[in-house]
């Protein structure tokens, strides 16, 4: 298996999928969904995207779109939970909770 996210453990949930498509699971699979702007450091990876990117928080597990060079076509990758990085993204404005109205400070 390739190492996309450094040398952590990973399950690659789709593949060959556009950013559309990735951000749309997880916005319908994600108990929490935060936005974050292009560049967003998440396990030591810079996120790749020109608008905000949904990353996701479900069960245990954090979901996230990442996409490879040439940057058209990419994973959605479910990684497991690390409570750092679950802490940095509840800083930001949640964007949608499944038992709360949607709440945004980014324009998806």
Same mark, same amino acid.
């Given at each position: 298996?390739?190492?996309?996210?450094?040398?952590?453990?990973?399950?690659?949930?789709?593949?060959?999928?556009?950013? $559309?498509?990735?951000?749309?699971?997880?916005?319908?699979?994600?108990?929490?969904?935060?936005?974050? +702007?292009?560049?967003? /450091?998440?396990?030591? /990876?810079?996120?790749?995207?020109?608008?905000?990117?949904?990353?996701?928080?479900?069960?245990?597990?954090?979901?996230?779109?990442?996409? $490879?060079?040439?940057?058209?076509?990419?994973?959605?990758?479910?990684?497991?939970?690390?409570? +750092? +990085?679950?802490? /940095?993204?509840?800083?930001?404005?949640?964007? /949608?909770?499944?038992?709360?109205?949607? +709440?945004?400070?980014? $324009?998806?």
């Amino acid at each position: 298996m390739v190492r996309l996210i450094d040398d952590r453990d990973y399950e690659i949930l789709l593949h060959d999928i556009s950013f $559309t498509e990735g951000a749309k699971y997880i916005v319908e699979n994600a108990e929490e969904v935060y936005y974050v +702007e292009p560049g967003y /450091k998440i396990f030591g /990876k810079r996120l790749v995207g020109t608008t905000a990117i949904p990353v996701g928080i479900a069960r245990d597990r954090i979901l996230l779109v990442y996409i $490879t060079p040439p940057y058209y076509r990419g994973y959605l990758l479910a990684l497991p939970w690390d409570e +750092e +990085e679950v802490i /940095k993204l509840r800083q930001l404005k949640r964007i /949608k909770r499944r038992d709360s109205p949607q +709440e945004s400070t980014l $324009t998806p």
